[in-house]
């Protein structure tokens, strides 16, 4: 299972982003998709985090300007990100809860490369 994020880039405060991760591989089933970001010198930080039924979860920082959703015919997850500031600078990394075709584990959690976001002031 590979998940290859995409979307970062360099934008001015109040710009938008979307970021797109798409999940590949022999999957059967996933649970629970999300962002994670992390600034230089910083631990990294859920963003927002939705279940295979649609439930979401936001960080209190980007509450009100960031969306999260998904596509599960596609195994993709989406950010869409507006009103951005210069404090969300940062590496953004997708995850993805997923049980394989095949596997005797059941779930495992698995993470993309990671998209730089950066925005100017």
């Known amino acids: 299972v590979q998940l290859q994020a995409s979307g970062g880039g360099l934008v001015q405060a109040g710009g938008s982003l979307r970021l797109s991760c798409a999940a590949s591989?022999?999957?059967?089933?996933?649970?629970?998709m999300g962002w994670y970001r992390q600034a230089p010198g910083k631990q990294r930080e859920l963003v927002a985090g939705i279940t295979s039924g649609g439930s979401t979860n936001y960080a209190e920082s980007v509450k009100g300007r960031f969306t999260i959703s998904r596509d599960n015919a596609k195994n993709t997850v989406y950010l869409q990100m507006n009103t951005l500031k210069p404090e969300d600078t940062a590496l953004y990394y997708c995850n993805a809860d997923v049980s394989s075709v095949g596997s005797l584990v059941g779930f495992s959690l698995y993470w993309g490369q990671g998209t730089q976001v950066t925005v100017s002031s």
């Open positions: 591989g022999r999957i059967f089933r996933i649970n629970t």
